[in-house]
């Protein structure tokens, strides 16, 4: 089965007080998608920024994630001349674009995302899809 990648929103919506929302982020994370290190930064921040959850806890979620997904995709040159690229032709944030590139190279069909457009189809290969539809 191809693989699933996740985006932060995905993973943030994992602490929501939205249990519809809460209960379909837990879901997909049990499946054990993809991230990249770029997901886990972005929690990271969130947490600390928006939700104000101490350096510890923060720690705490990180390191669980990071050892919950099946693969995490680092960040590198390659993943960043891709995003350039995504940008350019499908006109998405630098941010997201970033996201698109690291699911593309770990060869994900589907990239859960509340941010993008639902079902838009990314190189032929990849689906984005808002989970909360």
């Given at each position: 089965m191809p693989a699933k990648f996740v985006d932060t929103n995905i993973v943030i919506y994992m602490l929501s007080q939205d249990e519809v929302k809460r209960e379909i982020a837990l879901t997909i994370l049990s499946c054990?998608?993809?991230?990249?290190?770029?997901?886990?930064?972005e929690t990271a921040n969130t947490m600390r920024r928006k939700l104000g959850f101490d350096p510890t806890t923060v720690a705490t979620v990180i390191n669980r994630l990071s050892g919950s997904c099946s693969y995490l995709q680092p960040l590198t040159l390659a993943t960043l001349q891709s995003a350039i690229d995504i940008t350019r032709r499908y006109g998405f944030s630098h941010y997201d674009s970033l996201i698109i590139a690291a699911a593309l190279q770990t060869d994900c069909r589907v990239l859960y995302s509340e941010d993008m457009q639902h079902n838009q189809v990314i190189d032929d290969r990849l689906t984005i899809i808002n989970p909360f539809l």
């Open positions: 054990n998608p993809v991230m990249s290190i770029q997901v886990l930064s």
